[in-house]
C-alpha cells in the first residue's frame, strides 16, 4: 500500500513543476505557422502569455492550474497553449484538443527589442508619474475661475467615450490589465479636469447645482468652439485690413451706410471687434499720408500674395459701395493698388515701376520754400542744379497729384517712371 503521506510531496512538487513549465518551457520571441504564411510574437510575464499578430491584434491566455488558457466571453470557445518543445507550440481547443495552429520559433527578440520591452514594462509607471505631474500643476490653481473656463469639458468628457470601450476591451477581450490599468487612470484624469473645468472647485459657484456647472461649461464651450478654427481661417494682418478699410471710408469726409455694412461684414466674419460707425460726417477725416503708411505696414507683415491680391479687390469694393467714386477716393485707390502690386511683384521676383516725385527750385526763394515746406528734406546735387526728391510713389496718378500740390505753391515739380528689379527695390 502506497503511503499517502510520501506521495503527497511528489504531486506537490509535480504540481510547481507545472506551473513553472508553463511561464518558462516557452521561448520569447517571434512565430510562424506550418504553412509559413502568418508570423506571431509571443511575450511572457508573470502568470500570462499573450500572442500578437502581424497586424496588431492581442490575444491573452492566463495562467490556470499549470496551464496557460484564455477566458471564455459570453460563450466562446476556450483555448489553451501546448508546450511542443521550447520553440514549438500549439494553439488547441481546450474542450476537443484539436489542434488550432502550430508555431515555431524563428527569431528571438534582439538586445534592442529586450530594451523596448523593459521600458514599455515601466510605461504604467511614467504614465503615474506623468499625470501626477498634470494634476499636481493645475490642482494648486484649481479654484481661480480663469483657470477652470481654460479647460476644455467636452474634450474631458471625450475622454470617457474614448476610455471605457477600450477598458471593456482590455479586460473582457484581450485581458490585457496592463493596458487597462493605463486606461483607468486616463480616466481618472478626465475625472479631474471635468470637475475643474465645470468650475466645481471655484469658490464663487460653491451654491451651484453639478448639473448647472456642466450646463454652463457647456454653454461657454459652445460660444468659444470657433475661436481656434476663426484664428486659423482669418487672414494675416485682419486688423489692420479692416483699419485700412476704415480709413478708407472716411477719406472723402463722408461715410456711407454702405461702407460701414461691407466693414461690418468682414469684422464679423473674423471675429475682430471694432467701434460702433455712424453714416455721415466722420470724427476724424482721414490723412492720406497716414492711410498709406498704415497700406505699407501691412504689406511690411508679408501677408499671402492671394489675400494681399483680395485686398485690391475689398478696396475697389469699398470705394464703389455708394455708387459714388470720388477724387479722393479715386487717387487712394490708384496708389494702394499700385503698392500692393508691387509687392506681389516683389514677391514673384518680377521688375518694379515707381514714379519719383522731384521739386526742381528756380532760384534761391524757392529752395528756401521748399526747405520751409519740407523742411526734414536736403537737396541733391544733379546735373540740372539743386533737386528735392519727394518721394517714389506706385501710381502715375498718385504722383500727379503730388505734383499738383507743390506746384500750387509756385514750385516747378514733375515725375519720373523707373523700372527697378526686384531684388534692388
Known amino acids: 500500500m502506497i503511503n499517502q503521506n510520501k506521495t503527497r510531496p511528489i504531486f506537490i512538487c509535480f504540481f510547481i513543476l507545472s506551473i513553472l513549465n508553463a511561464s518558462e518551457d516557452i521561448n520569447e520571441g517571434f512565430y510562424t505557422n506550418q504553412l509559413k504564411n502568418d508570423t506571431v510574437q509571443v511575450f511572457i510575464s508573470k502568470g500570462?502569455?499573450?500572442?500578437e499578430s502581424k497586424h496588431g491584434t492581442k490575444y491573452q491566455f492566463n495562467e490556470q492550474v499549470g496551464q496557460y488558457k484564455t477566458n471564455p466571453l459570453f460563450g466562446e470557445i476556450i483555448y489553451k497553449i501546448k508546450r511542443v518543445n521550447e520553440n514549438k507550440f500549439q494553439i488547441i481547443e481546450n474542450q476537443n484538443g484539436k489542434v488550432f495552429e502550430t508555431f515555431t520559433?524563428?527569431?528571438k527578440p534582439g538586445l534592442f527589442k529586450k530594451l523596448i520591452s523593459i521600458l514599455v514594462s515601466s510605461a504604467l509607471l511614467?504614465?503615474?508619474?506623468q499625470a501626477y505631474l498634470k494634476v499636481n500643476?493645475?490642482?494648486?490653481r484649481r479654484k481661480n475661475e480663469e483657470v477652470a473656463n481654460s479647460i476644455s469639458i467636452v474634450a474631458a468628457l471625450l475622454g470617457f467615450a474614448v476610455g471605457i470601450p477600450f477598458l471593456l476591451n482590455n479586460i473582457f477581450i484581450t485581458?490585457?490589465?496592463f493596458s487597462a490599468g493605463k486606461v483607468v487612470l486616463g480616466l481618472s484624469l478626465a475625472s479631474i479636469f471635468t470637475l475643474i473645468g465645470a468650475g466645481y472647485f471655484v469658490e464663487a459657484n460653491r451654491n451651484t447645482g453639478l448639473f448647472k456647472l456642466f450646463t454652463n461649461a457647456l454653454n461657454l464651450e459652445k460660444k468659444e468652439s470657433g475661436e481656434l478654427l476663426s484664428a486659423m481661417l482669418r487672414p494675416k494682418g485682419a486688423q489692420k485690413i479692416i483699419d485700412i478699410l476704415t480709413k478708407l471710408a472716411a477719406i472723402d469726409d463722408d461715410i456711407a451706410q454702405e461702407e460701414i455694412?461691407?466693414?461690418n461684414e468682414f469684422a464679423e466674419r473674423w471675429h475682430i471687434d471694432i467701434p460702433k460707425l455712424k453714416a455721415g460726417k466722420p470724427e476724424q477725416v482721414t490723412n492720406l499720408m497716414e492711410l498709406k503708411e498704415l497700406v505699407q505696414s501691412y504689406l511690411d507683415?508679408?501677408?499671402?500674395?492671394?489675400v494681399a491680391s483680395g485686398l485690391t479687390d475689398l478696396i475697389h469694393l469699398m470705394a464703389e459701395a455708394d455708387d459714388e467714386v470720388t477724387e479722393e477716393e479715386a487717387m487712394a485707390i490708384a496708389e494702394f493698388t499700385g503698392m500692393i502690386s508691387h509687392y506681389i511683384s516683389v514677391e514673384k521676383g518680377g521688375d518694379v515701376i515707381v514714379y519719383d516725385?522731384?521739386?526742381?527750385?528756380q532760384g534761391d526763394d524757392q529752395i528756401q520754400s521748399v526747405k520751409e515746406l519740407l523742411p526734414d528734406l536736403d537737396p541733391v546735387l544733379e546735373r540740372s542744379g539743386k533737386v528735392f526728391k519727394v518721394g517714389s510713389f506706385f501710381s502715375e496718378d498718385y504722383a500727379n497729384a503730388i505734383c499738383q500740390k507743390y506746384i500750387s505753391f509756385g514750385l516747378y515739380t514733375d515725375f519720373t517712371k523707373r523700372t527697378l528689379p526686384s531684388e534692388d527695390y
Open 48 to 51: 500570462s502569455l499573450s500572442i
Open 105 to 107: 520559433l524563428y527569431a
Open 126 to 129: 511614467f504614465s503615474i508619474m
Open 137 to 140: 500643476k493645475i490642482w494648486k
Open 175 to 177: 485581458h490585457d490589465f
Open 261 to 263: 455694412d461691407l466693414i
Open 301 to 306: 507683415e508679408k501677408p499671402d500674395l492671394d
Open 357 to 361: 516725385v522731384n521739386i526742381i527750385p
